[in-house]
Nanobody, 123 residues
Framework: QVQLVESGGGLVQAGGSLRLSCVAS????????MGWYRQAPGKQRELVAV????????NYADSVKGRFTISRDNAKKAAYLQMNSLKPEDTAVYYC????????????????WGQGTQVTVSS
């Protein structure tokens, strides 16, 4: 069993930065793919970034490429999302996701979700 707890959200002005953290409990974290999703009001949840279990490969949504960076520290059972040059359209609830199967993280059907953290970017 894995539990995910996000933190680091908040209110920031456009152009600013935030760093989201996702801390996991459970022994399978180090072999799980991790992802960050977001859901804005009235919109579907969308994949923002994904990272493989050892951190050797990452992938990003086109809308955040060059601005966001996903990383992980398996020793701390944590994953991070560094968000720079934030825009009002980045406003959403951000969710951490994990699964042993990378495909399920990419397709939005991971076994584990965090509770979400709100990010609000003002113009």
């Amino acid at each position: 069993q894995v539990q995910l707890v996000e933190s680091g959200g908040g209110l920031v002005q456009a152009g600013g930065s935030l760093r989201l953290s996702c801390v996991a409990s459970g022994s399978i974290f180090s072999i799980s793919a991790m992802g960050w999703y977001r859901q804005a009001p009235g919109k579907q949840r969308e994949l923002v970034a994904v990272i493989t279990s050892r951190g050797s490969s990452t992938n990003y949504a086109d809308s955040v490429k060059g601005r966001f960076t996903i990383s992980r520290d398996n020793a701390k059972k944590a994953a991070y999302l560094q968000m720079n040059s934030l825009k009002p359209e980045d406003t959403a609830v951000y969710y951490c996701a994990a699964d042993l199967n990378l495909r399920t993280v990419v397709t939005g059907t991971p076994g584990y979700w965090g509770q979400g953290t709100q990010v609000t970017v003002s113009s």
